[in-house]
């Protein structure tokens, strides 16, 4: 089986994949400014509106208007501010594009803790659409459609709180899993050893069960 296949299956494994068709409503949300703040590179934050976007137009440029009523407004892009917040979403500038995945994109964050996950959508192609995949109702919300009603797919990235990124389709972790994740969170070390001892429950279906368990470890 090849590299590219691998990271497909894999990608499958760690993410939503539930396709619906393209005929969906669009969000009402989208295209209005809502309040949100923008931090820039130097450490200020600003306070404003922000016009919202659809999930994979966010994760290129922002859009900021210092008053609701301007008409006049700045674009930023992901090298130039650190992260922004538009009403409950949390995007941060991480890399990730590019063939060294070190160009940075704006990437929603999914959940919060000392380790966060964050979510870097991709449209979904309807030529090729692989089935789809929950494994594990509890932890997987399942269905994900952008605000233009398009089929998205994702992929996870863990981010510690001191700045540590672990993509998890990346080919380190779809060639080693437990020697990739054990090592990542040893500083866990009830937690890392699970992994490594492949412990039920503690495998590549169990991202979320994972990170809750290292939240919890501090």
Partial sequence: MNLIKMKKIFTLLLVFTIFFGHSQTENPEQWKKLPGSITLNDGTVKEGFIMRYSKIKSQKKVRFFEANNDKKYTEYKPDQLTSFVVADAFYK?????????KTKVFIQRTTEGKLS?????LLSSDGDKPQAFTPNKKETSGVELDFTGESLSGEMIMLKDNGDQLNLASPKMILSFKSVM???????????????????????LNIMKITEEYNKCF
């Fill in 93 to 101: 500038s991480i890399p990730y594009e590019g063939m060294t995945q």
């Fill in 182 to 204: 054990s090592k990542y969170l040893a500083d866990c070390a009830s937690l890392s050893q699970k992994i490594a001892n492949k412990e039920g429950g503690y495998g590549v």
């Fill in 117 to 121: 996950l964050y979510t870097y959508y």
